[in-house]
């Protein structure tokens, strides 16, 4: 079991800067996968990006490239996402999810994920 729990959002304004993070418990963290979600109002849940065990790989839906980077720290058991250059486009409620069955890859399926976090809001005002 891994536990996780999401936490940075909130309300910026459009060009702004948040930096969520996604801190896990249980099973060993080191060796899964960690993606990101995001779920606007009225729309479906959708991949953000994704890193592997080690951080060396990242993956990323268009959208975000450029402007959104995802980073580990195993030795804390946290994941991050630093977002820059918001767009009020960019709103939604984001999730951290995490699996041990597979590496990650572009535009991984929510049902592909084992174990989710309850989300954190992110606004973005124009």
């Known amino acids: 079991q891994v536990q996780l729990v999401e936490s940075g959002g909130g309300l910026v304004q459009a060009g702004g800067s948040l930096r969520l993070s996604c801190a896990a418990s249980?099973?060993?963290?080191?060796?899964?996968?960690v993606a990101w979600f995001r779920q606007a109002p009225g729309k479906e849940r959708e991949f953000v990006s994704a890193?592997?065990?080690?951080?060396?790989?990242?993956y990323y839906t268009d959208p975000v490239k450029g402007r959104f980077t995802c980073s580990r720290d195993n030795a804390k058991n946290t994941v991050y996402l630093q977002m820059s250059s918001l767009k009020p486009e960019d709103t939604a409620v984001y999730y951290c999810?995490?699996?041990?069955?597979?590496?990650?890859?572009?535009?991984?399926?929510?049902?592909?994920?084992?174990?989710w976090g309850k989300g954190t809001l992110v606004t973005v005002s124009a």
């Open positions: 999810a995490a699996t041990p069955r597979r590496g990650p890859s572009r535009d991984m399926a929510y049902r592909e994920m084992d174990y």
């Open positions: 249980g099973r060993t963290f080191s060796t899964v996968t």
């Open positions: 890193i592997s065990w080690s951080g060396l790989t990242t």
